[in-house]
């Protein structure tokens, strides 16, 4: 495994194909970097309140299928250009920088370089607070707003509109985006107007899930070895002392053994990581998780019983 991402960007391959939308608002053009699991669902809920979305792609087989949702898919990431918005729901630094500088090799511009001055980049990635800093200067240098907006929530609550989103940037670019917030979650909370502060709450909040969903795996393992039934453990615990949505949810899945991820192990531990180095770089170091060094070694020996790929 790499810390460096597969790009997002790639060769233009094909004309843009677009539904005919009526009828829709004054906020004008969107646009849409990222469809994953998350990011389809928002751009999905974006169009479905009449936005008009303009989502980029890499492989032509997606488009079928995004057309479907009532979003507008492209292959060339130039018809982004003219958005008064672009959103990126992206996995890490290196993806969010590639769409914001562009791939010189790959003969494409960046979001910097192509997008219109007014107009604003609205990161929802979950990415470093240094890597936010160096973008929004970015952008402001040339005259474009950037705007952070990372989520709480996983893809089903993307589906339902049921996130919550932490925002930062300048209040009149914030302002601007709150229409958009409105068709994706349920509560936005504005944290200031220096971008990074909001990827800051972002990853802290990451790590403390990290680490409850560490300590309930640790508690209802003792549990079991005990011979106390962990689910009525589980019940008593998130009904008195620990009745947070996170010690709820998990709680119930791990009782349940309902183990299929919502989030990938190498983006939580790319989190977590992150986390670790801001609290290094405020001399206020937290301690590591220790599940965090024990997939690390688990993962290592996977990959020296198969030889490298």
Not at 94 to 102: H, I, N, S, T
Not at 111 to 129: E, F
Request: hydrophobic letters at 45%.
């Amino acid at each position: 495994m790499t810390d460096r991402s597969i790009s997002p960007l790639g060769n233009p391959r094909a004309p843009e194909s677009a539904p005919s939308h009526e009828g829709v608002p004054t906020l004008g053009k969107i646009g849409f970097i990222g469809l994953g699991h998350m990011g389809t669902a928002m751009a999905a809920n974006l169009a479905n309140t009449t936005h008009r979305v303009t989502a980029y792609v890499r492989r032509p087989d997606q488009m079928g299928a995004l057309l479907g949702l009532g979003l507008r898919p492209t292959l060339e990431f130039a018809s982004l250009f003219d958005c008064e918005v672009v959103i990126s729901m992206l996995p890490d630094d290196a993806a969010v920088r590639d769409v914001v500088l562009g791939r010189e090799d790959a003969g494409v511009k960046g979001l910097g370089s192509g997008l219109k001055r007014g107009a604003i980049h609205l990161s929802m990635s979950t990415i470093s607070t240094s890597a936010a800093a160096f973008l929004a200067a970015e952008h402001a240098r040339r005259g474009q707003g950037y705007v952070a907006a990372p989520v709480f929530g996983n893809p089903d609550a993307a589906k339902t509109r049921q996130l919550f989103i932490v925002a930062a940037g300048a209040p009149s670019d914030v302002e601007r985006c709150q229409p958009l917030f409105q068709s994706l979650g349920q509560k936005t909370f504005v944290v200031g107007a220096e971008p990074s502060q909001a990827n800051l709450v972002k990853l802290l909040g990451n790590m403390m899930t990290a680490t409850t969903l560490e300590m309930l795996a640790e508690v209802v393992a003792v549990a079991l070895k005990r011979g106390l039934d962990p689910k009525a453990f589980i019940e008593i615990m998130t009904n008195t002392m620990f009745s947070g949505r996170a010690h709820k949810i998990y709680g119930e899945k791990i009782v349940s053994q309902s183990y299929a991820p919502g989030f990938v192990l190498p983006l939580v531990l790319k989190d977590v990581r992150l986390a670790l180095a801001e609290a290094e770089s405020a001399a206020a170091p937290m301690p590591k998780p220790a599940w965090r060094k024990k997939w690390r070694r688990v993962t290592a020996r996977s990959i020296s019983s198969v030889g490298p790929r």
